[in-house]
């Protein structure tokens, strides 16, 4: 009897279980995998602005490799900053300034939000896109010179030694992005004051004999900017709790710098920036490669652009380990003359050796842009999207943006913020407009999101083609191969947080 009962309920569960599995397939038919039913939901969303939203917020997005450290924090988080650091807010045109702020036309960041709350607004407007109008009252004629002219504005906090608190905020909004990894490009004070050295130098186009002048100090200089970080990381983790083991949220976004030169300056200021940042990412791992900055219709940005270029060529020569993610065709038609925007990301490929592109917003006016195009998806060029920057700084966006020009053309893509506190976004909405104004789909954003780990500069060999690769848990082989590579690890990462999120979105029937 016990037996009989025992065999009759073990044969239920067989048919039960059989019945589930064939009941299962047939339902899972039009959508089988977690991955597909996402996709399924994600189309059903694909015209109500708020429900992708909240998709895409959760979604795993990889990471933010076009990103600047200055240009991150939100205005009200320089404002704290000022607050911190007794520097004032200038009236009645609103920038922070150094102290004594007890003169005409400078009152004290200290407390501005209770004692004036429209001046604390203003000065948020200020130093930012915030409610930016053209030619509005007092404002900039474009939101080009807006754009570039808030770094100005709020210069006074960002120079004041203020790398860690800008660290956490770029931290803190990764974090609640779920982007797990950010490369930023962020120069220690001592960049800049070589830069000033180089420029005191005075400059003969003989790159050989000013490195010769220049190269005894900059193992000192290197010390200078690699003691800088330390202190500006301790702040930042001081400041996130970051000490106690396992604390989620920021203190688990990884991040990595990029040094940068400044292409507005004379060139022995930048010619001396970018010797000491090819030897600061060749000393210290968390500089991972070398950016160029400013606007890149700057008067002396165009004129220098291809002394610029052999710069690089001459430098990468001498320290070949490193790697450049460069600004190249951040610019549009009518912004120049048609000859500057003809070069530019060719020369950045071809004579810097860039081994990234930041923007490529004209690679339709180049010439010879089909070859080009062709030469950076045979050579996995990538390209950082910055689709808000590009249509607040440049005016370009929906078609006339080049991103599904890259696509086609098979050239690696992913997307990026570029200075989200100065343009009031997040990568949440950069995602966003990729889908509403470019037309992007799930598996487009994913396959974004997982390159822009694949062409980040962490080191070490990837998880694609790996022992890891398809896998769920670790065996032996991927945990040992794993250890070995600091960018499989955040690979590894993202597909396990894709996992999670699939079976969180598509999973639940
Ligand atoms: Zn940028």
């Not at 239920?12 to 047939?26: E, R, T």
């Not at 708020?50 to 990103?67: V, Y």
């Not at 220690?188 to 186009?205: I, K, N, R």
């Not at 010797?275 to 490669?289: C, K, Q, T």
């Given at each position: 009897m016990t037996m009989g009962g025992r065999k009759l309920h073990m044969l239920a569960i067989g048919l039960g279980l059989a019945a589930g599995l064939a009941g299962g397939q047939a339902l899972a038919a039009p959508a089988a995998t977690p991955e597909a039913r996402t996709a399924a939901r994600f189309d059903s969303l694909v015209h109500d602005r708020a429900q992708l939203r909240l998709f895409l917020r959760a979604m795993p997005k990889g990471g933010d490799l076009h990103n600047h450290l200055w240009g991150a924090p939100y205005a009200e988080d320089f404002l704290a900053m000022a607050a911190d650091d007794g520097l004032c807010v200038t009236v009645p045109r609103p920038a922070l300034a150094e102290g004594p702020c007890d003169m005409a036309g400078k009152v004290p960041a200290k407390g501005l939000a209770q004692r004036d709350p429209d001046l604390y607004a203003r000065t948020i407007d200020a130093l930012s896109m915030r409610n930016f109008t053209p030619?509005?009252?007092?404002?900039?004629?474009?939101g080009h010179d807006q754009f570039f002219s808030t770094f100005d504005r709020f210069a006074a906090a960002a120079a004041r030694n203020n790398i860690g608190p800008m660290l956490a905020a770029t931290r803190e909004m990764a974090a609640g992005d779920h982007v797990l990894y950010v490369e930023s490009s962020a120069n220690p004070e001592a960049l800049h004051a070589f830069g000033l050295v180089g420029q005191d130098l005075g400059w003969t186009d003989d790159f050989a004999a000013a490195l010769a002048v220049l190269q005894p100090r900059i193992p000192a200089m290197v010390a200078q900017a690699r003691a800088e970080m330390d202190a500006a990381e301790a702040q930042a983790d001081r400041r996130q709790g970051c000490a106690k083991p396992a604390k989620a949220g920021p203190c688990q976004v990884a991040v990595r710098y990029q040094a940068f030169v400044q292409r507005a300056q004379p060139p022995g200021f930048v010619f001396a920036q970018m010797a000491l940042a090819f030897a600061l990412v060749e000393a210290d791992p968390r500089f991972v490669g070398v950016n160029i900055v400013n606007p890149e219709d700057n008067p002396t940005a165009l004129a220098d652009y291809s002394l610029h270029m052999r710069m690089f060529q001459f430098l990468a020569a001498r320290h070949p380990t490193v790697k450049l993610a460069l600004h190249a065709g951040e610019l549009a038609p009518g912004l120049t003359p048609p000859r500057d925007l003809s070069f530019h990301i060719r020369e950045a490929v071809e004579i810097a050796g860039a081994r990234r592109i930041g923007h490529g917003v004209d690679i339709a006016s180049e010439a010879g842009a089909s070859a080009l195009l062709a030469r950076m998806a045979r050579d996995h060029v990538a390209v950082e999207i910055n689709l808000t920057s590009n249509d607040v700084i440049l005016g370009v966006k929906g078609s006339d943006h080049p991103l599904a020009l890259y696509r086609q053309a098979g050239v690696p893509v992913v997307l990026s913020t570029d200075d989200e506190g100065v343009s009031r976004i997040d990568m949440t909405g950069e995602y966003l407009r990729a889908a509403t104004e470019q037309g992007l789909r799930y598996g487009d954003l994913k396959a974004m999101a997982r390159d822009s780990l694949e062409y980040s500069f962490l080191p070490g060999a990837s998880l694609r083609g790996s022992v890891c690769a398809g896998r769920e848990a670790p065996s032996p082989a991927c945990a040992s191969f794993l250890a070995g590579s600091p960018k499989a690890q955040v690979q590894w990462r993202l597909e396990q947080d894709f996992a999670a999120f699939e079976r969180g979105v598509g999973g639940e029937r």
């Amino acid at each position: 009897m016990t037996m009989g009962g025992r065999k009759l309920h073990m044969l239920a569960i067989g048919l039960g279980l059989a019945a589930g599995l064939a009941g299962g397939q047939a339902l899972a038919a039009p959508a089988a995998t977690p991955e597909a039913r996402t996709a399924a939901r994600f189309d059903s969303l694909v015209h109500d602005r708020a429900q992708l939203r909240l998709f895409l917020r959760a979604m795993p997005k990889g990471g933010d490799l076009h990103n600047h450290l200055w240009g991150a924090p939100y205005a009200e988080d320089f404002l704290a900053m000022a607050a911190d650091d007794g520097l004032c807010v200038t009236v009645p045109r609103p920038a922070l300034a150094e102290g004594p702020c007890d003169m005409a036309g400078k009152v004290p960041a200290k407390g501005l939000a209770q004692r004036d709350p429209d001046l604390y607004a203003r000065t948020i407007d200020a130093l930012s896109m915030r409610n930016f109008t053209p030619g509005g009252d007092g404002a900039a004629a474009s939101g080009h010179d807006q754009f570039f002219s808030t770094f100005d504005r709020f210069a006074a906090a960002a120079a004041r030694n203020n790398i860690g608190p800008m660290l956490a905020a770029t931290r803190e909004m990764a974090a609640g992005d779920h982007v797990l990894y950010v490369e930023s490009s962020a120069n220690p004070e001592a960049l800049h004051a070589f830069g000033l050295v180089g420029q005191d130098l005075g400059w003969t186009d003989d790159f050989a004999a000013a490195l010769a002048v220049l190269q005894p100090r900059i193992p000192a200089m290197v010390a200078q900017a690699r003691a800088e970080m330390d202190a500006a990381e301790a702040q930042a983790d001081r400041r996130q709790g970051c000490a106690k083991p396992a604390k989620a949220g920021p203190c688990q976004v990884a991040v990595r710098y990029q040094a940068f030169v400044q292409r507005a300056q004379p060139p022995g200021f930048v010619f001396a920036q970018m010797a000491l940042a090819f030897a600061l990412v060749e000393a210290d791992p968390r500089f991972v490669g070398v950016n160029i900055v400013n606007p890149e219709d700057n008067p002396t940005a165009l004129a220098d652009y291809s002394l610029h270029m052999r710069m690089f060529q001459f430098l990468a020569a001498r320290h070949p380990t490193v790697k450049l993610a460069l600004h190249a065709g951040e610019l549009a038609p009518g912004l120049t003359p048609p000859r500057d925007l003809s070069f530019h990301i060719r020369e950045a490929v071809e004579i810097a050796g860039a081994r990234r592109i930041g923007h490529g917003v004209d690679i339709a006016s180049e010439a010879g842009a089909s070859a080009l195009l062709a030469r950076m998806a045979r050579d996995h060029v990538a390209v950082e999207i910055n689709l808000t920057s590009n249509d607040v700084i440049l005016g370009v966006k929906g078609s006339d943006h080049p991103l599904a020009l890259y696509r086609q053309a098979g050239v690696p893509v992913v997307l990026s913020t570029d200075d989200e506190g100065v343009s009031r976004i997040d990568m949440t909405g950069e995602y966003l407009r990729a889908a509403t104004e470019q037309g992007l789909r799930y598996g487009d954003l994913k396959a974004m999101a997982r390159d822009s780990l694949e062409y980040s500069f962490l080191p070490g060999a990837s998880l694609r083609g790996s022992v890891c690769a398809g896998r769920e848990a670790p065996s032996p082989a991927c945990a040992s191969f794993l250890a070995g590579s600091p960018k499989a690890q955040v690979q590894w990462r993202l597909e396990q947080d894709f996992a999670a999120f699939e079976r969180g979105v598509g999973g639940e029937r």
